[in-house]
């Protein structure tokens, strides 16, 4: 199969926080791959901004060890690498002041899309906003990067979604969630809305439930401040998760448009019921051998902030009523893995004798880690002794299944970049969309205020409860493993 690269337009893209984590780790490789792979036009220029007094050479330095330490061996190039820094440039600012403001807007030109990046804080979302437009850096067609989180709640998010409609208007804002630039959750609109085999059972008469889960291993040292003040509610929930939830559920739109799309997500959100306290289970994770707890990661004895998280959830809507969604999230789990499973319902009758080893059909869509689809059938078992039922996976894994082009994929930041130059909002949430989110989450965290989350061995599947919350329905959980 060969690749299509499509080179973007010329661009000057700005990075507010070059020099911070988000910046070593993603945005810097991520450009840097784009670049090897020809899709970066030579024209284009990558401005990083920081408060740091840095020399240009100290900010090239610094991007050459982003891409030694976060780009594989054999997709460096030497090459194409020295061509690429020399693309960098590099002002030092002040993002709530006016140092450093001149330099940037001499550095600016006229021509090329402008792109400028906010990987800050979002109390520096505004002030930021405020000064690309008092200084003429920022024009109408220019576009701003906004990382998560979009607020702490729907009052925080609505003063956030004004700040910066005072400066930009909507379609020159993109809100970036990683998930959706992961290239699972694009092939699941593709799997449901260019093929005729699903659309047609993708609803309550023939869907039993769905799972999506969300594991890691790891615990939250590194992020313990910003994450005990939220708790996987507001970090994983009200954005991740909703979006893999609204592209499950949604209606097919009418065309493959950004707000057609957003449309039919917002239409999901507004019809979730409101989660009753039975179903909404809390954790986190104690000590293990050689493993702190969440308390102690995060240097708070008393934290009643939860790392886990289970809810079950319905929506009120002609195709999905009746079909519960079982959302679940944690950290120091038995397995890294992010994955969303179609259950389908039984038939509705065995023609044959003894329908003993009969499983329901799994659609089983795997964000991470090996990307790929899963689809378990049951077959004949091979052999003599009568019609004995198996089941078995059809399995693509898009490594596999694409080769070469199938193992190199972009990462999502470097998907997600490329579609701000190019214009296309299509995976990037709206601010009506956020409010929506918090309108439905808030509630539920309030359900819980003042409760302490039950504790959870690290290494396993999460709280005991959270087993129950599917075993009083009849149902299980899928292994994290």
């Not at 190039?77 to 450093?100: Q, S």
């Not at 701000?420 to 969309?433: A, C, H, K, P, S």
Request: aromatic letters at 10%; glycine letters at 8%; one cysteine or more.
């Amino acid at each position: 199969m060969v690749s299509r690269v499509i080179p973007v337009e010329p661009f000057d893209l700005v990075v507010f926080g070059a020099t911070g984590d988000l910046a070593r780790r993603k945005i810097l490789p991520g450009l840097y791959r784009r670049w090897l792979g020809g899709q970066i036009p030579p024209e284009s220029r990558l401005i990083g901004a920081a408060r740091s007094a840095m020399a240009l050479a100290g900010f090239r330095d610094f991007a050459a060890q982003a891409i030694a330490e976060f780009v594989a061996a054999d997709k460096r190039d030497p090459v194409a690498e020295a061509a690429f820094l020399d693309r960098l440039d590099y002002v030092a600012l002040d993002a709530t002041g006016e140092t450093g403001w001149a330099d940037l807007s001499a550095r600016m030109r006229g021509g090329v899309v402008r792109a400028f990046y906010f990987s800050v804080a979002p109390a520096l979302f505004g002030p930021l906003a405020e000064r690309l437009k008092l200084h003429g850096i920022a024009d109408d067609d220019s576009r701003i990067v906004v990382e998560k989180p979009f607020g702490s709640d729907l009052e925080t998010a609505r003063a956030l979604n004004a700040t910066l409609a005072r400066h930009f208007h909507e379609a020159q804002i993109y809100r970036i969630d990683h998930y959706l630039g992961k290239e699972t959750v694009q092939n699941l609109m593709a799997v449901r809305f260019a093929n005729i085999l699903f659309e047609p059972l993708w609803n309550s008469q023939y869907v039993d439930h769905v799972q999506i889960t969300v594991a890691e291993t790891v615990g939250v040292a590194g992020r313990a401040s910003y994450y005990d003040k939220s708790g996987a509610m507001r970090d994983m929930v009200q954005n991740h998760m909703m979006q893999l939830l609204c592209l499950i559920a949604m209606e097919p739109p009418y065309h493959f448009d950004p707000d057609a799309v957003r449309d039919e997500k917002l239409k999901v959100i507004r019809a979730l019921d409101p989660v009753r306290p039975a179903d909404i289970v809390r954790g986190q994770y104690l000590a293990g051998i050689g493993q702190p707890s969440y308390r102690d990661d995060v240097e708070n004895p008393e934290s009643q902030s939860e790392s886990f998280v289970a809810l079950r959830v319905n929506i009120s809507n002609w195709r999905w009523k009746g079909t519960p969604f079982y959302l679940r999230t944690g950290k120091r789990l038995r397995a890294r893995v992010s994955e969303i499973a179609v259950t389908f319902k039984e038939p509705p009758h065995s023609i044959f004798d003894d329908a003993q080893g009969w499983r329901e059909n799994v659609l089983v869509i795997r964000l991470q880690p090996d990307e790929g689809m899963n689809l378990k059938v049951m077959i004949k078992e091979p052999g003599p002794g009568g019609m004995r039922l198996v089941q078995v996976p059809l399995d693509m894994s898009f490594a596999e299944a694409l080769g070469e082009e199938g193992s190199d994929m972009p990462d999502a930041y470097e998907r997600l970049i490329m579609d701000v130059i190019r214009g296309n909002q299509t995976l990037f949430m709206r601010g009506d969309e956020v409010e929506a989110a918090w309108a439905w989450t808030d509630p539920v965290i309030d359900l819980w205020e003042g409760e302490r989350p039950q504790g959870y061995e690290p290494g396993t599947s999460g709280p005991e409860e959270a087993l129950m919350l599917m075993h009083r329905d009849g149902r299980r959980w899928r292994e994290i493993r």
